[in-house]
């Protein structure tokens, strides 16, 4: 059955999950349309975000799209796919850095940080309020890609502590301790600590 047997604007309404659903069952090829458009601007904004490098970008997106669409049979719908297809961006971001050695992955013990406190929300707030939204993309920028990427998977993205941490491959109070270090960097360079 056709995505588009009903129009593009019913198609338009389906939910990601639903189209996941029906390309796997039907092999409709108009469904990938469907992914590819609602989710290769937001990757490539992303990877131009971490990797600052237009062409690179785009090579990734492209990269990161079919990476997507082999491994549909690989979601479980145990979250929303818009978060699995952020966690494949940031992984796939995150080798690409590596791989240019712009980023270093520090083997931190998980011991190190087991007496770390809980995610503190308010200290979240206090660093960030009242502060210019120009000023802190400028401070932003500062910071090493490690650093830019843990705050935007948390902030602007809005993923918890656990999602990060199952993404990156480590444990929840490790990706704790480097939020708290990425946070304390950008207070630091923002002259509020």
């Not at 990877?47 to 237009?54: G, N, T, V």
């Not at 920028?141 to 990060?164: A, C, F, T, W």
Request: charged letters at 30%; aromatic letters at 10%; proline letters at 1%.
């Amino acid at each position: 059955m056709s995505f588009f047997k009903f129009g593009k604007t019913a198609a338009d309404k389906l939910s990601d999950e639903d189209i996941v659903e029906r390309v796997l069952k039907n092999g409709d090829r108009q469904g990938l349309e469907l992914l590819y458009d609602r989710y290769s601007g937001k990757i490539f904004h992303k990877c131009l975000s971490l990797i600052k490098d237009r062409e690179a970008a785009k090579d990734c997106t492209h990269d990161i799209m079919v990476k997507v669409f082999m491994n549909l049979s690989n979601f479980k719908g145990k979250s929303a796919f818009s978060l699995w297809v952020h966690s494949i961006t940031y992984n796939y971001c995150m080798d690409y850095l590596h791989k240019q050695k712009r980023i270093e992955y520090n083997d931190y013990s998980e011991a190190a940080y087991e007496n770390l406190a809980n995610d503190d929300e308010g200290l979240e707030l206090k660093i960030l309020q009242d502060v210019q939204l120009t000023q802190l993309e400028r401070v932003f920028e500062l910071l090493n890609p490690d650093e830019r990427m843990l705050l935007m998977m948390r902030y602007q993205d809005g993923m918890s502590v656990k999602h990060i941490a199952e993404t990156l491959h480590v444990g929840e109070s490790a990706i704790k301790m480097r939020l708290k270090r990425s946070r304390d960097r950008l207070a630091e360079l923002l002259g509020k600590k």
